[in-house]
């Protein structure tokens, strides 16, 4: 059993910054692939990039490219998400997810996560 705890959400302006991060309690962390995924108010749950267990590979959804980046610590059980030049757009519920052995076309879909947190909110205003 996994359980994820993220945190590090809040309300900032248009153009700022936020890292979200994700403590993990599973005792082999390292064997998880991770995501980070969002929900906005009535929309589905999409991917927002994802990162290996070893943290080798990175991925992410094309129209975030450039602006956030995944990265994680396994000593300390611990994913990261940093958002840079945040829009109103990217206003939604941030979760973290962990899947065991993704692969490269699989580690972007829901379906393969097998634990998720509770979720962080992210505001951000115009």
């Known amino acids: 059993q996994v359980q994820l705890v993220e945190s590090g959400g809040g309300l900032v302006q248009a153009g700022g910054s936020l890292r979200l991060s994700c403590a993990a309690s599973a005792r082999t962390f390292s064997n998880y692939a991770m995501g980070w995924f969002r929900q906005a108010p009535g929309k589905e749950r999409e991917f927002v990039a994802a990162i290996t267990w070893s943290g080798g590979s990175t991925y992410y959804a094309d129209s975030l490219k450039g602006r956030f980046t995944i990265s994680r610590d396994n000593a300390k059980k611990t994913v990261y998400l940093q958002m840079n030049s945040l829009k109103p757009e990217d206003t939604a519920v941030y979760y973290c997810?962990?899947?065991?052995?993704?692969?490269?076309?699989?580690?972007?879909?829901?379906?393969?996560?097998?634990?998720w947190g509770q979720g962080a909110q992210v505001t951000v205003s115009s």
């Open positions: 997810a962990a899947a065991i052995a993704p692969s490269a076309f699989t580690i972007a879909t829901l379906e393969k996560y097998d634990y």
